[in-house]
């Protein structure tokens, strides 16, 4: 089978969608299908097919773009910054995506609702089309335009993004969402059939980074401290500011311990200010992106994950697998990944008092600490088995090659 894996998001990339398109593909390949992979380039100025080395320039697309946007409903969203920057990357990836010759392709496997969306209105007749959603991007800019853009126009961006998600949610044979959040979320808010809906989590490749736990590391850990360790994007959803007010309580209650904070993204400035006017510059590191994170778990004690808004994040799964206690909060698909007090603990997201007292208390007690990351690790191993997971997706892809 000929399998295009598709995401509007730049590739490679920060984040849980390119590790899992990359797993996906290497898994896919062992089985004897052909799979590409479709995304925007850096700084989205170019869409890319990564396995062909195919691109095309946005810049060659716009004087179209631009004919499209005065002749259509796209005018409606010249006044807002964000959604004419959304529009113009929406028909850019349209027409680039279809400069590719997506009629090779027996299959496309989409890994969001822009994409999704995009790729139905120029798929070729016989193309089946499957869409993975790793999370609610109306929700996202929903919290977003809220709580920190506050413009005059946050509604309009609130009502964009909610027609994007049922579009996406509804365009393809089959959309597969990782928990039964993400699918009362699309059912219940966004009115998605639910019979479009199939919930299937993630596989991981367990033994490939189980192996990669013992590679050494430039980051040496403390001989004296214990580690507490965070690692995504630095973006205002995930919460490490509340971390770091958290970890500035903690301060005042033991000094035993040291933050590495693993990853990048727009909020790394204000986050390092932020502790730097705490006074924890000795206490906190900011690690930058990572190739090495099997290592850096595996030197760890803690790992913590205090999201204001989540889906089912990999850095969870690597922890678990590395059989770490973790903190996660309790937004969005968080708590089906942990059973409170037996494989982990669940916070109150924003909580940073509770934050606080979680982490003291696993600090301070050892043998528990061990039996929530033993207990993690004996439950994530056979869960999310690569080959299980990827066994039930070619079953959904067979389905929708039939049903098209």
Known sequence: MK?????????????GVWNYMKQLKEKLE???????????????????????????????LLPVINKIHEQSESSLYYKNPILNYYEHLRYCFELGAAYFNLGKYDLIHTQDVLSTTCINRIRPQGTALVATLHGSVAQEMKHFATNVYKNTTSNLIIE???KMEYNGATSAEYTLV??????????????????????????????????????????????????????GRLVEIKGVQHLITALSQLKSLRSDWVCWIAGDGSKKKDLEYQRKILGLERDILFLGKRDDIPSLLSNSDIFVLPSLLDNQPLSVIEAQIAGKPVIVSDAGGLPEMVEHGTTGVISPAGDTNTLCTNLNYLLAHDQYREYLG????????PYWSIDTA???????????????
């Open 3 to 15: 399998i295009l894996l598709a995401t509007f998001w730049g590739i490679p990339h920060v984040g």
């Open 374 to 381: 033993s207990n993690a690790q004996k439950w994530a191993l």
């Open 390 to 404: 990827v066994k039930n997706l070619l079953d959904v892809y067979q389905r929708a090659l039939s049903n098209k």
């Open 30 to 60: 062992s089985l004897g299908h052909e799979v590409d992979l479709l995304g925007y380039g850096e700084g989205n100025n170019y869409l890319h097919i990564v396995t062909k080395k195919q691109v095309i320039q946005n810049k060659c």
């Open 178 to 231: 990782a928990n039964k959040w993400l699918k009362d979320l699309l059912t219940n808010e966004f009115h998605v059939p639910v019979e479009q809906l199939k919930v299937l989590h993630y596989g991981y490749d367990t033994d490939t980074f189980v192996k990669r736990m013992n590679e050494a590391s430039s980051i040496q850990r403390p001989s004296d401290k214990k580690v507490i360790l965070f690692t």
């Open 160 to 162: 964009y993004f909610a």
